[in-house]
């Protein structure tokens, strides 16, 4: 059974100070590795699509990596709008056109 | 694009009634997907249609969960009879490729 496992569950940050946050999988051939931002009261909202081991996506403050096992999402100098849920879901070969989603890291970025 | 659009965005219904989702999703889109979202469960697959064919429902609770789409630009969700452990936000979700699903602002139901 394809598992996908977020930590940490929540992250409070400063201002300007970075860090990132874990996305583990455990699938059967992975077809894509999601990014959605959720903010309270909306729907997710798209970031990142990820495919292969090294590959590397960027948008703004945010970066996306992948490797074999796991996908981290590193955020450099957040800003209080920041502020979000942060989703990862992956796609299997079984799966067609479904994703399995993590359940979250709620961070909070303090000004 | 106005993006997928949800209705109602809030419904507050007592136990026993029938209770309506509706979704409008992107055009062009031929992917329509329903989830549901607790704080306990988190982010649920509820069921997907492929050029408005169910394809598979096998996240669908129980029978008490149906969903229809008639035609390219509208799917339902029902419920019926409702019940309290149904509370929860419903989202409907639309994609073209393989790629990003695009999400509605969902639907936040409370059963009484």
């Known amino acids: 059974e394809d598992q996908v496992t977020q930590s940490p569950e929540a992250l409070r940050l400063q201002e300007g100070e970075s860090s990132s946050l874990n996305c583990s999988y455990t699938v059967s051939g992975l077809r894509g590795l999601f990014w959605y931002r959720q903010d309270p009261g909306k729907g997710p909202e798209f970031l990142f699509t990820?495919?292969?081991a090294g590959e590397e996506k960027e948008k703004e403050r945010l970066k996306a990596t992948l490797t074999k096992k796991e996908s981290f999402l590193h955020i450099t100098a957040p800003k209080p709008e920041d502020s979000a849920t942060y989703l990862c879901a992956v796609r299997t070969p079984g799966s067609a056109r479904q994703l399995t989603f993590g359940s979250g890291t709620q961070l909070t970025v303090l000004p | 694009d106005a993006g997928v659009i949800q209705s109602p965005r809030h419904e507050v219904t007592e136990m026993g009634q029938e209770v309506t989702l509706r979704c409008k999703p992107i055009?062009?889109?031929?992917?329509l997907f329903w989830y549901r979202q607790t704080m306990m469960r988190g982010l649920e697959l509820l069921i997907y249609?492929?050029?408005?064919?169910?394809?598979?429902d096998s996240g669908m609770p129980e029978d008490r969960f149906s969903a229809k789409m008639p035609n390219a630009s509208f799917s339902t969700l029902k419920i019926q009879p409702s019940e309290p452990r149904d509370s929860a936000v419903y989202f409907c979700a639309s994609s073209q490729a393989l790629n990003q699903q695009f999400f509605g602002p969902g639907t936040r139901l409370t059963v009484l």
């Open positions: 249609f492929n050029n408005n064919v169910p394809i598979d």
């Open positions: 990820l495919y292969s």
């Open positions: 055009s062009g889109h031929d992917y």
